[in-house]
């Protein structure tokens, strides 16, 4: 039997970029930008895998990234393999 780690799907997210589309115009909090209406939008799961301000050393393959501590030193929403939200993976 294959186990996928949390560490796995950060490095190798079979699904590295989902999208969404706005459905009321949306201004982004302390950012001079709206997103209009009908706009596309495109989540850059490994990009956000790979940001060093959430993952140091992106490369390094350490399943310690993902004990309670080091969760808790990171916003949310930064390990995405799955989706988030309404539209998350039922099969997650
Ligand atoms: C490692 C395994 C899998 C990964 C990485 C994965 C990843 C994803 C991702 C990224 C999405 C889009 C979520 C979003 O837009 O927020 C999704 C949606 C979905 N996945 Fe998976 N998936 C996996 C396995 C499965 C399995 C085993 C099933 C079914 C048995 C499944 C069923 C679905 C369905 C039905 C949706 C659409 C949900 C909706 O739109 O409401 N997935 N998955």
């Known amino acids: 039997m294959y186990f996928l780690s949390t560490e796995t799907l950060r490095k190798y ?3 590295p ?5 706005c459905v009321k115009d949306y201004k982004v ?9 009908g706009n596309i939008v495109m989540i850059p799961v490994s ?5 060093e ?4 050393n992106p ?9 309670e501590e080091n969760i ?3 916003p949310k929403y930064t390990h995405l393999p799955f989706g988030e939200g ?3 993976c039922i099969g997650k």
Request: aromatic residues 12%.
């Open 17 to 21: 970029l989902i999208t969404r589309q």
């Open 53 to 56: 301000d959430y993952y140091k």
């Open 29 to 37: 909090p302390d950012e001079d930008v709206i997103i209009e209406k």
């Open 47 to 51: 990009g956000i895998h790979y940001d």
């Open 59 to 67: 490369e390094v393959f350490d399943p310690e990234r993902f004990n």
């Open 13 to 15: 997210p079979p699904v």
């Open 86 to 88: 309404p539209r998350i």
């Open 72 to 74: 808790a030193q990171r």
